[in-house]
């Protein structure tokens, strides 16, 4: 009831979306996630890829969906921060197996969509990327001379009835993105998938 500060809530996030963490009990569900091992942890309302100096780590949905999806989580980035890693979400082609390597501008890889920010000569740009294990491509977001992101919300927005276009949003900012080379088709079957190459990262609410 409203104003009364002993009702429990009824609000329920796995009644509400197809995939849903809000990563608050401190393990890792297996019932929702596949991680690449032990480094991929939870803590204070997070996901955690301890990926510095331990190559790619990452955690990605048990389950599956097609069409068109809205997918949103935080995210904060910390340690080093090299030009050779970066954070990654996105969704994964659900018939594919997990990649072995990071996941970055101009790399081929099962994932379908993303977002995945990288180190390149000093800056840090945020990268909309589109794979699909034959090829890829992609468009910055953020051009050169931009800082890191520690802490942001990002959220991907596709519709599968314009299979080229989707939508990045960034804190306040949207970018609408054009990948035409590798786009999905409407029928896509998608697992979420999130992770980092040498920047440990972390997730909040999914």
């Known amino acids: 009831y409203y104003g009364n500060p002993s009702a429990s809530s009824a ?29 991929v942890t939870e803590t204070a309302g997070y996901l955690r890829t301890y990926s510095e ?15 068109s999806f809205v997918l949103e989580a935080s995210t904060y980035v910390y340690g080093d921060r090299g030009p050779q890693g970066n954070v990654f979400l996105g969704v994964i082609n659900s018939a594919a197996s997990a990649p072995s390597g990071s996941i970055g501008a101009g790399v081929n890889s099962p994932i379908r969509i993303g977002v995945t920010e990288r180190e390149a000569a000093g800056s840090w740009p945020l990268v909309a990327l589109q794979a699909n294990g034959a090829g890829n491509s992609y468009s910055d977001l953020y051009g050169s001379g931009v800082g890191p992101i520690t802490y942001d919300r990002l959220k991907i927005t ?45 997730y909040g609410p999914i």
């Open 11 to 39: 609000s329920n996030g796995d009644n509400t979306f197809i995939i849903f963490d809000d990563f608050e009990d401190g393990v890792v569900n297996t019932n929702k996630w596949t991680t690449s091992g032990s480094l």
């Open 158 to 202: 596709w519709n599968a009835g314009s299979s080229s276009v989707f939508i990045a949003t960034v804190g306040a900012n949207s970018y609408t993105v054009t990948l035409t080379s590798y786009p999905p088709s409407s029928t896509q079957s998608f697992n979420v998938f999130l992770g980092g190459g040498d920047w440990s990262s972390s």
């Open 53 to 67: 100096n331990n190559g790619y780590q990452w955690a990605r949905s048990v389950a599956s969906f097609s069409g």
